[in-house]
C-alpha cells in the first residue's frame, strides 16, 4: 500500500487586491456596454426622418453605435 500526499496552491492570484481589481475591470465594462445599448434604443425610438437628419439609416443602428469595434 501506498500513500502520496501532495501540496497544491490554488490562489492563483486572486488576493483581494486581484479580485478588486477585476470586479473593478468587470464593472467597467458593463457599464460601456449598457451605456452602448441604451444609445441603440434611444436611436430606435427615433422616427425615420429624425435618423436621416443625423445620416444614418434605421437598419445601421447597430452597426453605428458598435462602428468603432468593427474593422470597415
Do not use: C, K, P
Not at 23 to 36: D, G, I, K, Q, V
Not at 44 to 63: C, K, N, P, S, Y
Amino acid at each position: 500500500m501506498s500513500s502520496n500526499t501532495t501540496n497544491i496552491s490554488f490562489t492563483h492570484g486572486l488576493d483581494a487586491t486581484g479580485l478588486r481589481a477585476w470586479f473593478a475591470r468587470a464593472f467597467e465594462a458593463y457599464t460601456r456596454r449598457r451605456s452602448r445599448i441604451d444609445r441603440v434604443e434611444a436611436l430606435q425610438g427615433m422616427t425615420d426622418a429624425e435618423l436621416a437628419g443625423l445620416g444614418i439609416q434605421r437598419d445601421q443602428i447597430v452597426h453605428h453605435v458598435f462602428r468603432d469595434l468593427y474593422w470597415t
